[in-house]
């Protein structure tokens, strides 16, 4: 039976129709939580994030013709591209870092797995961050769904364990970010990058689970 394990994904298993699908859903969900968002980012940041990532996301899905047939990893590329393009701040360059590794690494043959990608791109968002895990940012979401990627769970499953890290940051301590600036105050409230990243991998993943069940 074809499988969607989140390791497989790949053409022709995301054919251009669902692609299209997985772009505009997660595109129109930052956008319709971008005021949630800025309110997150306004209790430990500057108010923007919400902006910020509506900004972004309207340029991919304004540019979506132009990437949905090119070769996945150079679409991924491409998408990258589009957000650093368009977003400032601190979480454009790293949201775009992510995107433009995940495609470079992107294994040109069906067979590989992905995995490499997944981590290439987890530590380039490190490198371009000077962040690790435990600094209450968006690699927080980030490291533990690529963990969960490489060990093989299920699509469905993933984003649930998304919410639940971002959920995680709330007891946590900034140290990067305009969020450490805050020091004790940043404790308590969910960071809103790891938010963002959550309601991206939720979404993509949840689109993915039900295709892989109309597959099965
Ligand atoms: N050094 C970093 N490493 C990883 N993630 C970071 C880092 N700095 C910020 N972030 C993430 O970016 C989010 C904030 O993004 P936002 O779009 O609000 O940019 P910003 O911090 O306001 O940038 P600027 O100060 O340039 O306007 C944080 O919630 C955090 O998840
Ligand atoms: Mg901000």
Same mark, same amino acid.
């Given at each position: 039976?074809?499988?969607?394990?989140?390791?497989?994904?790949?053409?022709?298993?995301?054919?251009?129709?669902?692609?299209?699908?997985?772009?505009?859903?997660?595109?129109?969900?930052?956008?319709?939580?971008?005021?949630?968002?800025?309110?997150?980012?306004?209790?430990?940041?500057?108010?923007?994030?919400?902006?910020?990532?509506?900004?972004?996301?309207?340029?991919?899905?304004?540019?979506?013709?132009?990437?949905?047939?090119? +070769? #996945?990893?150079? %679409? =991924? $590329? *491409?998408?990258?591209?589009?957000?650093?393009?368009? /977003? !400032?701040?601190?979480?454009?360059?790293?949201?775009?870092?992510?995107?433009?590794?995940?495609?470079?690494?992107?294994?040109?043959?069906?067979?590989?797995?992905?995995?490499? +990608? #997944?981590?290439? %791109? =987890? $530590? *380039?968002?490190?490198?371009?961050?000077?962040?690790? /895990? !435990?600094?209450?940012?968006?690699?927080?979401?980030?490291?533990?769904?690529?963990?969960?990627?490489?060990?093989?769970?299920?699509?469905?499953?993933?984003?649930?364990?998304?919410?639940?890290?971002?959920?995680?940051?709330?007891?946590?301590?900034?140290?990067?970010?305009?969020?450490?600036?805050?020091?004790?105050?940043?404790?308590?409230?969910?960071?809103?990058?790891?938010?963002?990243?959550?309601?991206?991998?939720?979404?993509?993943?949840?689109?993915?689970?039900?295709?892989?069940?109309?597959?099965?």
């Amino acid at each position: 039976m074809p499988t969607l394990d989140c390791r497989t994904l790949e053409r022709p298993v995301i054919d251009r129709q669902l692609f299209e699908r997985l772009v505009v859903a997660v595109a129109r969900r930052i956008i319709a939580a971008s005021d949630t968002l800025s309110e997150l980012d306004r209790t430990i940041g500057d108010g923007d994030h919400g902006i910020n990532m509506r900004r972004g996301m309207e340029a991919v899905l304004a540019g979506r013709e132009m990437v949905l047939d090119l +070769a #996945f990893g150079q %679409a =991924l $590329q *491409a998408i990258g591209h589009q957000i650093v393009g368009s /977003v !400032g701040g601190a979480s454009g360059p790293l949201v775009a870092t992510w995107f433009l590794t995940l495609g470079r690494n992107w294994p040109q043959s069906g067979t590989d797995l992905p995995i490499d +990608a #997944f981590e290439a %791109a =987890l $530590q *380039a968002v490190k490198a371009r961050g000077r962040s690790d /895990v !435990g600094q209450k940012t968006l690699i927080d979401v980030l490291a533990p769904v690529t963990e969960a990627i490489k060990s093989g769970l299920a699509c469905r499953e993933l984003g649930g364990l998304a919410n639940r890290a971002a959920e995680a940051t709330k007891p946590m301590l900034a140290t990067r970010g305009r969020a450490a600036f805050l020091g004790d105050r940043s404790i308590g409230h969910m960071d809103p990058g790891a938010c963002s990243v959550a309601l991206m991998i939720e979404t993509a993943a949840g689109l993915l689970a039900k295709a892989e069940e109309r597959m099965a």
